[in-house]
């Protein structure tokens, strides 16, 4: 497998600059993820990776040798895309062959690398199928196919699962997830699906407007979030983010509740208070941070969304497990788990504890 290193990488087209001074190390096995929303750079900067795109400054470096002119064919490097591109005249077994068979590799080893990933995509009673009589997620299995059959140094992965309906994208979650359990490789994963992100990587990378947010394990992106940013883009729902002003004991919300953030919160002058739905409940009037009404209740079987509208604070989400009785236009009652809380500065900084 491969130890991938960038190094201040850069990429512009003429004055608009897309990626500014990357710098990451991706280990031999880690499995990395790319998050963003669109137009952040991610698919770009796997382009580059690729080979089919040219980096403009910076240095790109695979197990220590410099790969910034080198050719995609020679990076060894198996690119799995959007789109399936399989070719329908051919059937399974030929379109995840085809490479080997262009590189003019032996048709026994052919044929012993296309039986060894269709065994491990579950396409082995499906090789002869052309692409048409396939469903969406066996196409994208070929696909994987076509990567496997190669062998790679590492495995690039762009927004795969963003054309497959709810379903087949938890399905083919876990076969990637189990596919980089067994091969034990390189993989670098561009989503802009948090979720995705949340589940399948060793790290995050997250990305915004060119510049790298934040890099970390996927709890220490849900727990400990670098800025508001990062904060808003992973977890769904996404975090509530509250106007504060700095109070001698804590921070005072617009409507005048003084909330007391606990010994080892964050010294600073805080602009606004994050919190997740997840980390806000329903409790009786006396025991109440503050008050609203509930304008939307969202059943979602395992879970219920309350959209709450509170006066002179503006609207929240509470986020309660399982099925929780409310209606429209009730009056909620809310606590906030003040030690799961975060602060934010002007500059969007979260404030460190």
Do not use: W
């Not at 399948?200 to 849900?222: C, E, K, M, S």
């Not at 800025?227 to 509250?242: D, H, K, W």
């Not at 606990?262 to 409940?281: N, S, Y």
Request: net charge negative; hydrophobic share 40%.
């Amino acid at each position: 497998m491969a130890r991938i290193e960038l190094n201040n990488i850069a990429k512009s087209y003429g004055a608009v600059e897309v990626l500014r001074d990357v710098n990451l190390t991706i280990d031999d096995g880690e499995f990395i993820v790319l998050v963003g929303p669109s137009g952040c750079g991610k698919s770009t900067l796997l382009r580059m990776i690729a080979g089919l795109e040219p980096i403009t400054g910076g240095e790109f470096q695979v197990d220590g040798r410099r790969m910034n002119d080198v050719p995609p064919r020679d990076r060894d490097m198996a690119m799995v895309f959007q789109s399936y591109a399989l070719y329908p005249h051919m059937d399974v077994a030929r379109n995840m062959g085809f490479s080997l068979e262009i590189r003019k590799a032996q048709k026994e080893e052919r044929s012993r690398k296309i039986a060894d990933a269709a065994r491990t995509l579950g396409l082995a009673s499906l090789t002869e199928r052309l692409p048409r009589a396939l469903s969406g997620g066996q196409r994208q299995r070929v696909a994987m196919g076509r990567a496997i059959v190669r062998d790679p140094s590492a495995f690039l992965f762009d927004e795969p699962l963003s054309n497959l309906d709810a379903a087949l994208r938890v399905e083919m979650r876990l076969e990637i997830a189990r596919l980089h359990q067994r091969l034990n490789a390189t993989m670098i994963y561009v989503t802009h699906d948090q979720v995705e992100a949340l589940t399948l990587a060793d790290r995050i990378v997250v990305l915004n407007a060119g510049d790298i947010q934040q890099v970390g394990t996927p709890l220490d992106l849900y727990e400990r979030p670098r800025n508001r940013f990062v904060a808003q883009f992973i977890g769904s729902p996404t975090m509530n983010i509250l106007s504060v002003d700095q109070a001698e004991n804590g921070v005072t919300l617009k409507d005048g509740t003084v909330l007391q953030v606990g010994p080892g919160h964050a010294q600073g002058q805080a602009r606004e208070l994050g919190v997740r739905p997840e980390h806000m409940d329903v409790v009786a009037d006396e025991a109440a941070h503050v008050k609203g009404v509930a304008e939307l209740v969202e059943y979602l079987g395992s879970d219920t969304n309350i959209h709450v509208s509170v006066p002179g604070v503006g609207p929240v989400l509470v986020r309660r497990h399982g099925h929780f009785p409310l209606k429209a236009g009730e009056t909620v009652n809310i606590a906030l788990d003040l030690e799961k809380a975060h602060l934010f500065g002007a500059d969007g900084m979260r404030l460190h504890t």
